[in-house]
């Protein structure tokens, strides 16, 4: 049986495969990091790196995303 933890970290990493295209197709890339105290930590790559719309893409796209589907998720963190 699956801990807690292990179920959330399923349920971001298959969330994060869903968005992964779309951050592609911009010539960027993410990779999941880790979760700790309900924060999901990853590393945008790429063309995030330098981009002046990397915040709006962690805050309102990705952080959004995982807050509305991901039950105990309370943020995301970029690990530049």
Do not use: H, W
Request: with cysteine; net charge negative; charged share 25%.
């Amino acid at each position: 049986m699956e801990t807690n933890n292990m179920q959330t970290e399923k349920m971001v990493k298959t969330i994060l495969t869903k968005i992964r295209p779309y951050i592609q197709r911009d010539g960027g890339d993410l990779e999941f990091v880790k979760i700790e105290d309900g924060v999901v930590y990853i590393r945008l790559m790429g063309a995030c790196v330098g981009c002046p719309s990397v915040n709006l893409t962690l805050k309102d796209g990705i952080e959004a995303i995982l807050l509305e589907e991901v039950p105990g998720i309370i943020g995301v963190e970029n690990i530049t």
